[in-house]
DNA sequence: CCGGCCTTGGTATAGTATATCGTACTCTAT
DNA sequence: ATAGAGTACGATATACTATACCAAGGCCGG
């Protein structure tokens, strides 16, 4: 059923041009409300991490810099990438060495990713009963809990269907 | 005050002697089973990762085995914890780049972990409350699971204490 | 205009992981 | 015991990921 698009997987037809624009402008929001300075670096940096919603690696970014012509070395990509991530706007994949927009900049929130083996997709949730789970197992353990990494892998549902 | 100690952290007074021993003879009977060799390399990597209950990174466990005045290099080290995670003897924890004895070896399982930013320890949970949690919200979205990584930072116990 | 702070450019290097090839070992079946 | 197959290890080279450090430029409040 549903003729309509499923969420967000790589089949999508969803309107990408879409994810990046709101994006963007989120970010130029974000940036404002916090006295911090959305430059063109992290503007390009934040639209190549956008530019799929598969984790991109730091290099990989680092290569669409200079295919843009422009100069640039790790380190700018990772002030970006670092810059991006302390404001929310990104989020980083330990188990990928990767990097991937966040799909709900702005609100403080512990998130969860479904990284799909096939397609390379990584959908983040924020599922309360995962996050409530985490907390009591904690709490049980006496442990004072400050960051979480939660990244499950699998097969997506677009590609269990194919 | 609490002049007992805690469960497993740092500041334990357990005899780590047992934990290394405990190791070593559950390794054996595990490979034997599987019909694997538990060679001497294997036996002593194993000894050097659970020489704490801090994840160490491959490159200190081949300097490790360089001190022995064994020779070594990168390989010999990452085929030795590739061997150890793939009969279940050890965990990679994402997050860090490094290694761990696995706590309960033997029993297939989906672990959690609580890693101690003060101390560096990292605790194995098996919480079925969080893995119930995960394969839910998985569930939910058509997701076909296999690998799960989830890693808590903050502040355990005995350091809170202290 | 000046001075300070933040951002970026540029180089070098540290840290983590794998590809590849050759040799030696272990086990099993003869 | 020995040949052959399969596995494990030694060794070198290289790829991939990340950070330290210093210099130069831009932005902004005084």
């Not at 702005?106 to 990284?115: D, T, V, Y």
């Not at 997709?121 to 353990?141: C, F, Q, R, V, W």
């Not at 939660?150 to 269907?161: A, D, F, N, R, W």
């Amino acid at each position: 059923m549903s003729s309509s698009a499923a969420e967000h997987s790589h089949a999508d037809h969803h309107d990408h041009g879409k994810c990046i624009a709101d994006a963007l402008a989120a970010a130029r929001e974000i940036c404002a409300q916090r006295g911090e300075r959305f430059t063109e670096l992290r503007g390009r940096v934040l639209e190549l991490v956008w530019e799929s919603h598969r984790p991109i690696g730091a290099y990989a970014v680092l290569e669409r810099l200079k295919a843009d012509g422009r100069s640039a070395a790790p380190p700018t990509v990772y002030r970006a990438l670092d810059f991006l991530m302390e404001v929310g706007l990104v989020h980083r994949i330990e188990s990928l060495n990767a990097y991937i927009g966040c799909a709900h900049p702005g609100a403080a929130h512990a998130s969860q990713f479904l990284i799909c083996k096939d397609c390379g997709t990584a959908e983040e949730l924020e599922s309360p009963a995962i996050d409530a789970a985490l907390a009591a197992a904690a709490g049980d353990h006496g442990f004072k809990l400050a960051g979480r990494v939660v990244e499950l892998s699998g097969t997506c549902k677009s590609c269990t269907g194919s």
